[in-house]
């Protein structure tokens, strides 16, 4: 005997097959935790050293990657937290950089200054929670826009930016100097520019030796305390500053060549010797 199903039977069949069939809405899939990068430059101090082959950790984690040929590294699925170090060993490295808080979807960019063993922060991007942030040097100043650069990026300001000094003080645009280390956060304007909210002075910068070859510009003062412009960083010296070659302060002028050894400063370069080239 032939038994016969159902046709409504056959329609809950079709429907249920049919549902299978047909993909149903998706739920994007957002990337987990934030992204550490980098590069490693040599300093221009100690030993130049490749960092290729060094490893990269956070600690706390399993998380890791290798420097590669380039000199970079990057690494994926940080967990926010409110304190993150990366931790490099290898090729004669032994250094921890502190990253801070991290959240879900920042992306963070360094690039790190290597002298012999140690590693030091020279700038670092974030970007991600709808800010984005840029600390390093102030590499340039343009009173005239109101607005200096600091790794790369042009960081613009307007009436309504904080400046706030190293020690906490209240401070203005006027404040700033070439060389001072600085924290900026403000809103992205363009791939290479900044609007400031606030600019936030760092510590001052180690005394560390530089040696600055170029034009003089803005020559002022006397032999016992003077100051120029080379390639937009401020030089000054005063009567302990050693010229080479038996010349002297009054052999300086603007567009003369020098090469100047001096020391770091906040603001300014100390020099210790002057060559007339």
């Known amino acids: 005997m032939r038994r016969h199903i159902p046709l409504s039977f056959l329609l809950v069949l079709f429907v249920t097959l049919g549902c299978e069939d047909s993909p149903g809405p998706t739920t994007p899939i957002l990337p987990q935790g934030a992204t550490i990068s980098g590069s490693i430059v040599n300093s221009g101090l100690g030993v130049p050293t490749s960092s290729s082959g060094a490893v990269v950790r956070v600690l706390g984690s399993n998380l890791s990657s290798i420097v590669d040929v380039n000199q ?36 963070v960019v360094l690039t790190l200054a290597r002298t012999n063993s140690v590693l030091t922060v020279d700038t670092r991007g974030r970007q991600g929670s709808g800010s984005t942030e840029v600390a390093g040097r102030v590499d340039s100043i343009n009173g005239a826009t109101n607005s200096f650069v ?39 304007t363009s791939p290479t520019s900044i609007l400031a909210t606030v600019v936030r002075a760092e510590t001052t910068i180690p005394d560390t030796p530089v040696t600055l070859t170029g034009t003089i510009s803005d020559l002022s003062g006397t032999a016992s305390s003077f100051q120029f412009t080379l390639d937009g960083r401020v030089i000054r010296g005063d009567t302990s500053t050693i010229f080479d070659a038996g010349r002297s302060f009054s052999n300086l002028q603007n567009g003369g060549l020098v090469q100047v050894n001096g020391t770091n400063k906040v603001g300014f370069v100390q020099a210790s010797r002057i060559q007339i080239l």
């Open 72 to 107: 970079s590294f990057t690494i994926t699925g940080v967990s926010p937290a409110s304190n993150v170090t990366l931790e490099f060993s290898g090729t004669g490295l032994s250094s921890q950089i502190p990253i801070g808080a991290v959240q879900q979807g920042d992306q």
């Open 150 to 188: 600091v790794g790369g990026q042009t960081i613009q300001t307007n009436p309504a930016t904080q400046f706030i000094g190293a020690s906490g003080a209240i401070g203005t645009f006027a404040d700033l100097n070439v060389g001072l280390r600085v924290t900026v956060t403000g809103t992205t």
